[in-house]
């Protein structure tokens, strides 16, 4: 079994420490295995490539690398600051995240 992680796949998260401080972005895949995430526009690399079918040219590609999820933290719905996550069962039963600054739910 898989641990459960803060952070889904879509979620708009902020980072908290690192050169990309402060930086918002999309989550575009989370990876479990390792505990990292690949935001978009956060953690830029340069990677060179060879011509292919796909790039004929070949050169140097700008691509995002993951970062880990400790140094992530979910941005809160309401008031767009960065916020801790909370799980909490709603009125039909089911396990939700919530916001710990304003309590409102993650969706």
């Not at 918002?24 to 690949?38: F, H, M, S």
């Not at 709603?90 to 600054?101: A, E, Q, T």
């Amino acid at each position: 079994m898989q641990k459960k992680l803060h952070i889904k796949k879509g979620d708009t998260v902020v980072v908290i420490t690192g050169n990309d401080k402060g930086r918002k972005g999309r989550v575009l895949e989370v990876i479990r295995k390792t505990d990292r995430a690949i935001v978009e526009g956060v953690n830029m690399i340069k990677k060179h490539t060879k011509p292919n079918a796909k790039s004929p040219q070949g050169g140097i590609i700008e691509q995002e690398a993951p970062v880990h999820i400790s140094n992530l933290m979910l941005v809160d719905p309401k008031s767009g600051q960065a916020t801790r996550v909370g799980r909490k069962l709603n009125d039909d039963g089911k396990l939700v995240r919530i916001s710990k600054k304003s309590g409102e739910e993650i969706k």
